[in-house]
């Protein structure tokens, strides 16, 4: 599986979009990349995944470069509720390994009032 | 909106003891899967199913057993509780194919043996 690399931490105001990277240079051509977050003391969320292709969901916006090595989530208006751990996972999609998730270190986002 | 649930939030057991952790789901997911959550190890899978009375070893099987008679429950079981095992315990969800790594997970259960 390719190895993701990503901000340990980032800060951004209530109500302002915060722009998540992550780094993924060796990601071969059938493998997506998927976020999930985990807020203090609550198992993780599923938040959006894609392959090539923009990606937009009632959570956040995926933004994948051309040569895919690299992608950035986006989180629009963001709300003091979106302050969490955000991970950023590199998977073929419906591959083997039993659907193992690996979480990395992640990027802390904390949103200030 | 998919939910999973699980049994208990904070569970205090005893070294020795037989302990019952259960994972219900409402969405008809086929795979189910339980992980436990420690600070600095990160993510680490215990076992999978991804039928009815189907189950896969995971990383770290030792210590645990599963049971999946239903296709919304899984229950994980610690046949004699270590204090080795105290941790934070997520069960999650998917469908098969490519929704593999589109998992809901539940909100943890926190345990600890003493």
């Known amino acids: 599986d390719a190895k993701t690399t990503q901000p340990p931490s980032m800060d951004c105001a209530e109500g302002r979009a915060a722009n998540l990277p992550c780094n993924h240079s060796?990601?071969?051509?059938?493998?997506?990349v998927y976020w999930y977050r985990q807020i203090h003391s609550q198992g993780p969320q599923y938040i959006i995944h894609?392959?090539?292709n923009n990606e937009t969901n009632e959570m956040a916006s995926l933004i994948i470069t051309e040569d895919r090595k690299s992608s950035t989530l986006i989180l629009p208006h963001a709300t003091l509720r979106d302050t969490a751990v955000y991970y950023c996972?590199?998977?073929?999609?419906?591959?083997?390994?039993?659907?193992?998730?690996?979480f990395g270190q992640g990027t802390i986002l904390t949103v200030h009032p | 909106d998919v939910k999973v649930t699980q049994s208990s939030r904070y569970l205090v057991k005893r070294t020795g003891e037989k302990v019952f952790l259960e994972c219900v789901q409402d969405?008809?997911?086929?795979?189910m899967f339980w992980y436990r959550q420690d600070p600095g190890l990160g993510l680490r899978l215990i076992y999978f199913?991804?039928?009815?009375?189907?189950?896969e070893k995971g990383d770290i099987p030792e210590g645990y057993s599963v049971s999946r008679e239903k296709k919304e429950r899984f229950s994980l079981i610690l046949e004699s509780a270590s204090t080795s095992q105290t941790s934070m315990y997520l069960c999650?969800?998917?469908?098969?194919?490519?929704?593999?790594?589109?998992?809901?997970f539940g909100p943890g259960t926190r345990l600890t043996v003493t």
């Open positions: 199913s991804y039928d009815v009375k189907m189950k």
């Open positions: 894609g392959l090539k």
């Open positions: 060796t990601i071969s051509g059938n493998e997506y």
């Open positions: 999650a969800s998917s469908f098969r194919g490519p929704k593999l790594y589109e998992q809901y």
């Open positions: 996972i590199v998977r073929e999609a419906g591959g083997t390994s039993y659907g193992k998730l690996t």
């Open positions: 969405m008809d997911h086929e795979n």
